[in-house]
Structures are given as structure tokens and as C-alpha cells.
């Protein structure tokens, strides 16, 4: 007496007898087209994002990044010109949908005031600062001098140098200094700004313009 | 008790003098934080809030105690949490649950992460230990702002007496625009007691609902005039986005056939030619086959959960995708859109149908939707020698309510034939927890549902698993007499759990079997409420009828087949066409 109580219910063919669609997805979910590339390999990029300048900003970012396994280099904070916002600088290694994925969550959040990603010609910058032991000073300066860098601080046994550069160069100087035995070293992560005219941030000429009339209005009281 | 910010009140006299000197009337100026709290939910026009009291949030429930809001006081605070979501999910606007610091706090978090998976519009409140006592791990501390950061659209830790009614205004009208979800206020006991007399502001002007770029809806129209075998796939979106009506236009209009998600389900009626029911899992065989098949799926409001796609290499693997949604993080998600449109999932259908060139040529496809139909209708038998089977029970009770009863229900197999079996045919009328899949969130969401809308039928299909985990919510109903009929579809076993265990566990039923129930018609009578017991198909419509008749709450501990399982099923991760009737096709 169910719904089907007039007979038998009318069943369709089974799992292995049904007719099958065409066609596949790729495990982004991107449609299978022999014409087109459906399948996107990691690449390194630069997000920046414009952040107001409270608490619990920092722990929101990185919550996000870390609940939504985003593959993340390294991730800087620093204040702007404007006391009410920070910029907040991400190296991310993602396929296409997964950077356009960071963008749009960091977007959503609600301290987040706008995000880019940053092209590859972007100015970044990275520093680091190296402990190695000092047995070798005048080796440990002529390496210091080939990259631009500064020493810190010199004494008996160690010797603490200052290095900033691109990424490249970093890595670069980390494996020149490598002979000395480096003791201890840490790095900052890039932080990075758009080259030439162009701001960084969607929302950073707005507040440029706004904080300069504010300052030609003050300006004109005195 | 062990209370140890003892309540600060601003001195007594100090307080009625500064009112009488001032020239606001104390009636409509917030004179402490907490009022200023309430004064903010007043001004969003909130009518109830579900909560329960405790030593950091008492300052707000003194303010409480002279405001037209009606507190509807919990069991359990997770039972807050749900009652205000289903609140939400009834009404559209934001449900308000309330707790006090510490285990109140984090007892509202189940519901809170239950709204903010089905993007149900919510808004709690909870006490907080005074601000010098943060971070010291005081009495019934705990760092709730950080707790909640994973699970609420945003947060705020309330810092200032003065601001603390616009921070809750906007933590209201966060809850309630774009795309929908839960917010919470942390609450300083200092901060609620601090005087203030900052007013509070206005709510801000509606802005017009967000359009999709006219150029990208042009393409996407083209694509869908073009479409041999369009189909639209409702979701939540558009019961949050009350596109219901749009998505019927749209569809009607142009002769498309439309699958539902499970949040959607209503949102385009089950009885329409049209309709194929629900996508996933467990949604219909027709449904799957015309989400395998299609060339071109308009998706509205949906972020393709893996419990609707599958393995997403074979959703919808030769389809087109037009997606609709109000967030753009959701586009390309989890599937890639061919043709994003961000905006308001009604807006944006409106404008789809102005783009249109011409309505797709799709009768072939209406027939074979059709056909799918007639060769996978969703049955069950009733064999004489056999218990009471649970879809008969569903059935029976669809038939003798009206169309805008709502239905809430628990997390099982229970919650599957709910959905099955009952023709919905309008938005909010289906109200489960979704995304998080909750177990316990029928009861307490029914009392919120009830409470929503006094006048319509509120039916709970309940597990007997799921039902004991909030069934203390009797007391509630019992004492503020609400009419709300719960219907434990009891199989004695988490059965959802045991159907996996006997397909993909070699029948090895390790706790899920629940043979030391107990008897729910005593306990709903021990509560105060009416109690029935329902074993044989004769009993069915009369005990359904009573209960339904009982001006109060009453328990229907129907006893059913422990053996029914639930199908159609698309296993984890499996192929939406390749659905399995019963336990021998997985
Ligand atoms: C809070 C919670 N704990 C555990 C689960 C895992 N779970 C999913 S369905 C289910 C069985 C539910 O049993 P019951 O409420 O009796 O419903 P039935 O499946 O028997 O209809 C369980 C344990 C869950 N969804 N929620």
C-alpha cells in the first residue's frame, strides 16, 4: 500500500544501466574543455590588503588563512600614513582560483577595507638579520658589503648582520653567509607597494585625497 | 554561588537624580549600557529574544525589565541559539539569543556555527567579565570574541558605554544585509552598567538591493536562450534573498525545470510540473539526473556543499554554470562559474529575464525530465509483517496540515524523510539545520518557529537521538503554552550512523544502536505536555489528529521500522547520476 500501490512501483534503470552525461570537472571544479586549460598550477603572488588599524585584525587574517588551508608564505603588518589603517602584505602560492579565493575572503572581512593583488613588477622588499659566529670578521664584512648589507652589531664570538632585498637576494645572502655557521637568523617576509603612479590599494587614493584636505583645511585655520 | 563581579550598579540616588535633571524623559534615553542595548534592538524592531540569565549579562536583563521586548527564557543555551535561528529563518529578520559569559557563552556556540553554515540571520548577545577582569582568566572568563571569530559574520567586544548601542545596531543590520548570517556583541558587565546618555541613532536607510554588471547578465542570458537542457538549481539563496517569486517567473516563463538544494526547498512548489524536488545525497533520483545532464545550470544563492555536488570532477560535468549569489566569495568556490552574476539573487533574475533574448527550446528536455520522474519516484512499502514505516508517518501528518505549516526538524534519517515525503510548496516552511547538521536542532527551533508565527501549524519531526539532546525544551513549550507537535520518528538508533555502518562498515554497528530509550510519552506527560505512543498504521491518522488538535505541546513517540533506511543515495564523494536505490546499488 504504498504510493505506488497499484502494482509495482516503476523503478528506472539502475546505477551501471543508466545513461551517462559527458563531460568532467577537473577537482578545482572547473569544466574538462579539450580547448581550453581547465587545470591551473600554483603560483607565487603578492596580496595586498588595506586593513583598519584595530584589534583582533591580525588574528581575523590568519584565522582566515589557516581555517581555509591557503598555502601562505609569509604575511607582514605594518601602519600606512593614515593612523586608522595598516597594510597588511601576504605572499601567497595558490592556483588561479585559489588567489582569487584569498582576495575575495579576505574582502569579506569586515576590518578589510580593500585588497589587491600586486603584478609582478610590485616594489617588494624583504629584510633579514643574521647571527654567525665572528671568528672571520673582515670575510663576514666583504660578504656584508656584496649585498648592501649592514652590520649590526660585532663582538667576540658573533657578528649580527643586516640584509634587505627581494626575495631572490635574501635567499641569496643566507647562502653566502652559510659558511660562516649561521647561529640564528630571522626574516620579516615582503612587504611591497605597486611601482610607479598607481596605488596599491583601490581604496588608498580615496583616503590620500580625504587626508590631505583635511591637512590643507588645518592648514589654512593656522 | 560564586559570582564574583559582584553588580556594579551606578549608585541609586545618583542615577535619579542625573534623570530628573536632565531634560530627555528616562523612558526613551538609554541611561547605562545595557539599556542602551535594549533601546538599540527596540529601535531594529525586535520582538523577542531567546536566552538565559547569568551573572555578566544580568545588567542587560535589568534593562530588559522595563522594554516591550519579550524574553523568551531558554532550557539550555544552545537551545537559545536555535530557537533564534529558526526565529530567523521564519521571519527574515535576525533572530536575538542572549547568554552570559563563559559556558553561557559557549553553549550558544553550536547555534551560532549552525547559522553561520546556513547563513541564517542572528544576533547574540552574551555577558562578558568586566574589562579590567579580561584576560585574567576571571570567574566564567572565556575569550569569546576569539571563540566566535570562526563562526560569525563579524564580532565586536563592546569597549565603551557610550557606543555600545550603535555597535549592537550594527551588529542588527550586519546580521540582516547582504549576505545573511550571525553577529555577536561581547558585553563588559562594565560596559552595561556604565551611564551613558548617548541616544541611539536612527537605523540607516535600506540601500537598494546590489544589481549584477548589466554586461555580464547580457552573456549570461544569451547562454541560457541558447541552453538545449537549462535547468535552474534554487537555494537557500533565494528563500534569504525572497526571490521565490522571481525564480517562479523565471521559470514558468521560459519552461525551465528547477531542482532545489535543501535550503531551498520550498522556494519553488514541489507540486509544480516544473519542480524535480531537491538535489544531493538524498534528493530525488530525477532531480541528480537532471543535474547530470544539463547544459547549462542557473544556479541562484547556492555555494554547492559537497552534500549537493558529489565529487564535484562529475556535477554537472557538461554544464555551463551561471551562478547567482550575493557573495562573490562563493563564485568559483567550489564550482567554476562560466557566467558569474554578483548581486541580489531577485534582482538579478529580473534582470535576466529583461536581458533574454528568447526562451531556450527545451521541450525534448522537459520530456525527459519528465520520464526521470515516472522511473524514479520517491516510494517505500508497507508490508504487512513489517513496523511502522517512518515516510507513511510524514505523509499522514503533510496531508492533514495546512500549506504554510512549517517543519523543523533534527539531524538524521528522520530529517531526510521530512524532506522526502512532505510537499513543500512555499519558502520557510522547511526550517532544519543544513550545513552544520545539528542534531537537537528540531526542538528548540520549533519553540523559535512558534514563537515567530503564533498562527501557523509548527510541526517537529524529531530522532529519538536527536530529540534527546534538547528535549529539555519541553519546559519551555509546556510553560509558555506553545502549540508546537513534535513527532520523534523513534528507530531506537542513530540510524543515520547505523545505515552507514551496515553499507560501508560491514554492519559493524558500534554505538548506534539505543536500546535504553526512554519512553517519550511518559517524559513528555512527566514535563506537562501531552504524550501519544504510534506503533500501528490504524492509530496513525487519529493520534496525529489529537496531537495536532492539543492546544499545547505534544510528543508523538512514533515507533518505527529500525530497519528503514534512507534512498535514494549518492555516496560521499560519488557521482550524482549514479544514485543508489537501495543498499545493493552502492
Ligand atoms: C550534535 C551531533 N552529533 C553527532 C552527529 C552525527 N550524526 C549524524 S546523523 C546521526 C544520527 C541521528 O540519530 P537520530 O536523531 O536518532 O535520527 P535518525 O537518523 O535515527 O533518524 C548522528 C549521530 C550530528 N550530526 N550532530
Known amino acids: 500500500m504504498s504510493q505506488g500501490s497499484e502494482g509495482p512501483a516503476p523503478v528506472g534503470p539502475g546505477p551501471d544501466q543508466r545513461e551517462m552525461p559527458a563531460g568532467r570537472r577537473s577537482s578545482q571544479g572547473i569544466r574538462v574543455d579539450p580547448q581550453v586549460e581547465a587545470t591551473h598550477e600554483s603560483r607565487r603572488t603578492v596580496l595586498s590588503a588595506l586593513v583598519y588599524h584595530e584589534p583582533g585584525v591580525l588574528a581575523e587574517v590568519s584565522g582566515l588563512v589557516s581555517r581555509r588551508q591557503f598555502n601562505i608564505e609569509s604575511l607582514t603588518v605594518g601602519s600606512t600614513t593614515n593612523p586608522e589603517t595598516a597594510r597588511i602584505t601576504l605572499v601567497i602560492e595558490e592556483p588561479e582560483p585559489g588567489v582569487r579565493q584569498v582576495e ?19 616594489v617588494r622588499r624583504e629584510l633579514v638579520v643574521l647571527k654567525v659566529h665572528g671568528d672571520n670578521p673582515d670575510e663576514v664584512n666583504a660578504i656584508t658589503r656584496m649585498y648592501d648589507g649592514t652590520t649590526l652589531d660585532a663582538g667576540p664570538r658573533t657578528i649580527t648582520v ?51 584636505q583635511e591637512q590643507a583645511a588645518t592648514d589654512d585655520d593656522d | 554561588m560564586s559570582e564574583p563581579a559582584s553588580p556594579t550598579y551606578p549608585d541609586e ?120 577582569f579580561v584576560g585574567n582568566d576571571a570567574f566564567q572568563e572565556t575569550d569569546t570574541i576569539g571563540i566566535t ?76 536562450a541558447e541552453a538545449e537542457r537549462p535547468l535552474i538549481l534554487s537555494g537557500g539563496g533565494v528563500t534569504k534573498g525572497e526571490a521565490s517569486e522571481e525564480v517562479r517567473a523565471f521559470a514558468t516563463e ?34 541528480n539526473m537532471a543535474i547530470s545532464h544539463t547544459d ?18 562529475t556535477f554537472a560535468p557538461g554544464a555551463k554554470v551561471v551562478h547567482v549569489d550575493i557573495d562573490p566569495a562563493e563564485i568559483s568556490k567550489n564550482v567554476h562559474a562560466d557566467y558569474p552574476l554578483i548581486g541580489d539573487a531577485a534582482t538579478v533574475l529580473e534582470q535576466l529575464d529583461e536581458a533574454m533574448p528568447a526562451a531556450p527550446d527545451a521541450e525534448a528536455w522537459r520530456g525527459r ?19 511502522l514505516k517512518p515516510q507513511f508517518v510524514v505523509e499522514a501528518l503533510d496531508e492533514m496540515t495546512d ?110 544502536e539505543y536500546p535504553w530509550i526512554p519512553d517519550f510519552e511518559t517524559l513528555a506527560e512527566a514535563f506537562g505536555a501531552r504524550g501519544f505512543t504510534l506503533r500501528e498504521y490504524d492509530d496513525v491518522a487519529n493520534v496525529l489528529e489529537e496531537a495536532m488538535e492539543y492546544d499545547g505541546p505534544s510528543v508523538v513517540d512514533a515507533h518505527i521500522d529500525p530497519a528503514e533506511n534512507v534512498y535514494p543515495m549518492v555516496p560521499s564523494g560519488g557521482d550524482n547520476a549514479r544514485f543508489a536505490l537501495s543498499e545493493d546499488q552502492l
Open chain 1, 104 to 122: 575575495r575572503q579576505l574582502e569579506k572581512l569586515q576590518p578589510v577595507i580593500s585588497v589587491r593583488e600586486l603584478g609582478d613588477d610590485a
Open chain 1, 162 to 212: 643586516q640584509i634587505t632585498g627581494d626575495e631572490q637576494k635574501i635567499d641569496d645572502a643566507i647562502d653566502a653567509f652559510r659558511q660562516f655557521d649561521i647561529r640564528e637568523l630571522a626574516r620579516t617576509g615582503q612587504t611591497a607597494l605597486s611601482r610607479g603612479d598607481e596605488w596599491t590599494t583601490d581604496a588608498e587614493e580615496e583616503r590620500y585625497e580625504q587626508m590631505r
Open chain 2, 13 to 132: 540616588d545618583e542615577a535619579t537624580e542625573e534623570a530628573a535633571s536632565s531634560d530627555r524623559s528616562t523612558e526613551s534615553q538609554p541611561t547605562t549600557g545595557a539599556e542602551a542595548t535594549v533601546a538599540a534592538l527596540e529601535a531594529a524592531g525586535v520582538e523577542h529574544v531567546f536566552g538565559v540569565q547569568g551573572g555578566a549579562i544580568m545588567p542587560v536583563y535589568d534593562a530588559l525589565y522595563d522594554s516591550d521586548v519579550t524574553h523568551v527564557t531558554m532550557a539550555h543555551e544552545q537551545g537559545a541559539a536555535h530557537a533564534a535561528d529558526a526565529y530567523g529563518q521564519v521571519t527574515g529578520e535576525p533572530g536575538v539569543c542572549m547568554a552570559t559569559s563563559g559556558p553561557g557563552a559557549t553553549n550558544l556556540v553550536t547555534g551560532i556555527a549552525d547559522a553561520n553554515m546556513d547563513s541564517d540571520p542572528l544576533v547574540a548577545l552574551t555577558g562578558q567579565v568586566p574589562t579590567d
Open chain 2, 149 to 224: 571569530r570562526p563562526i560569525t559574520k563579524t564580532n565586536y567586544f563592546a569597549s565603551d558605554s557610550d557606543t555600545v548601542g550603535d555597535t549592537v545596531s550594527e551588529a542588527f543590520s550586519l546580521a540582516r544585509t547582504g549576505r545573511q548570517g550571525p553577529t555577536l556583541v561581547d558585553l563588559p558587565k562594565d560596559v552595561s552598567n556604565g551611564e551613558t546618555d548617548a541616544g541611539v541613532a536612527e537605523p540607516d536607510e535600506e540601500e537598494a538591493p546590489p544589481a549584477a554588471e548589466p554586461a555580464a547578465v547580457e552573456v549570461a542570458a544569451e547562454a541560457v
Open chain 2, 254 to 287: 521560459y519552461g525551465i525545470p528547477v531542482a532545489t538544494t535543501m535550503p531551498g526547498i520550498g522556494t519553488f512548489p514541489e507540486d509544480h510540473e516544473l519542480c524535480l524536488s531537491w538535489a544531493g545525497m538524498h534528493g530525488t533520483g530525477y532531480a
Open chain 2, 296 to 313: 547549462c545550470l542557473i544556479a541562484v544563492g547556492t555555494r554547492f556543499d559537497d552534500r549537493l555536488t558529489g565529487g564535484v570532477e
Open chain 2, 369 to 387: 525530465c519528465q520520464d526521470w520522474k515516472r522511473e524514479y519516484p520517491l516510494t517505500y512499502d508497507t508490508p504487512d509483517d513489517e513496523p
Open chain 2, 403 to 512: 500549506d504554510d505549516a512549517i517543519v523543523t526538524t533534527g539531524v538524521g534519517q528522520h530529517q531526510m524523510w521530512a524532506a522526502q515525503f512532505w510537499t513543500y510548496t512555499e519558502p520557510r516552511t522547511y526550517v532544519s539545520s543544513h550545513g552544520l547538521g545539528t542534531m537537537g536542532y528540531g526542538l528548540p527551533a520549533a519553540i523559535g518557529a512558534k514563537v515567530a508565527a503564533p498562527d501557523r501549524e509548527v510541526v517537529c519531526f524529531d530522532g529519538d537521538g536527536s530529540f534527546l539532546m534538547t528535549m529539555q525544551g519541553l519546559s519551555v513549550a509546556v510553560r509558555d503554552s506553545l502549540d508546537i507537535t513534535v513527532v520523534v520518528l523513534n528507530n531506537r538508533a542513530i540510524g543515520m550512523v547505523r545505515q552507514w555502518q551496515d553499507a560501508f562498515f560491514e554492519g559493524r554497528r558500534m554505538a548506534s
